[in-house]
């Protein structure tokens, strides 16, 4: 007899003694993979993902983070916050459904995608377009992505895109401080 034949046995035996065990079995699982917030598959289903998806030349990594998003805690609330993280997980969502890729949240204000190469430009565009940025009075959040033949490369172009960002509003800051700093002086 072959190993698969024998655990299709106690497969059926389980069903009849314990009416319901796999349903309940499935149940857990998805929660147990599943992130609360937003619906996406969690950390822990990443990292399945990530280690099946390792060495596949085809597939690629698109990694998403809020810009700014700190400050919607910090400001206004948590529950403000988690709104914003739904409405970004909905446009991730939508699109991964369309391209057939795996969507993630890793935590906190970090998704990622795996996808076929071929179409992980069209999946980070698509959604950056989708996440429309939520703008507040003083600052904005957008959601902005990198892409990786890996999850490293597309962290590491991730951050570099982080610091460009965050060294172009320094000096936008400091440039309209400067002038206004002249114009009082002007005035004065």
């Not at 349903?23 to 998805?30: C, L, Q, S, V």
């Not at 809020?66 to 699109?95: E, M, R, T, W």
């Not at 600052?139 to 892409?147: A, E, Q």
């Not at 895109?161 to 114009?183: C, G, I, L, P, S």
């Amino acid at each position: 007899m072959s190993q698969n034949f024998i655990e299709q046995i106690k497969e059926s035996i389980a069903r009849i003694v314990y009416p319901g065990i796999f349903e309940r079995r499935d149940y857990f699982e998805r929660l147990a993979n599943t992130d609360a917030l937003t619906g996406l598959s969690n950390r822990a289903a990443f990292d399945l993902a990530e280690a099946a998806a390792t060495g596949d030349k085809n597939l690629h990594f698109i990694i998403f983070d809020a810009n700014n998003f700190k400050k919607v805690n910090k400001v206004f609330s948590h529950a403000d916050g988690d709104q914003i993280l739904k409405k970004f997980a909905a446009a991730i969502a939508d699109v991964s459904r369309k391209y057939k890729c795996r969507a993630f949240r890793l935590g906190g204000d970090e998704f990622v995608i795996i996808c076929h190469k071929n179409f992980a430009r069209a999946v980070r565009d698509k959604v950056e377009l989708l996440a429309r940025p939520v703008i507040f009075d003083d600052f904005t959040v957008s959601l902005s992505g990198t892409i990786g033949a890996t999850l490293a490369e597309a962290d590491s172009a991730l951050q570099k895109r982080k610091t460009e960002r965050k060294t172009r509003d320094f000096y936008v800051r400091y440039n309209q401080t400067k002038t206004q700093k002249e114009n009082f002086a002007y005035a004065g």
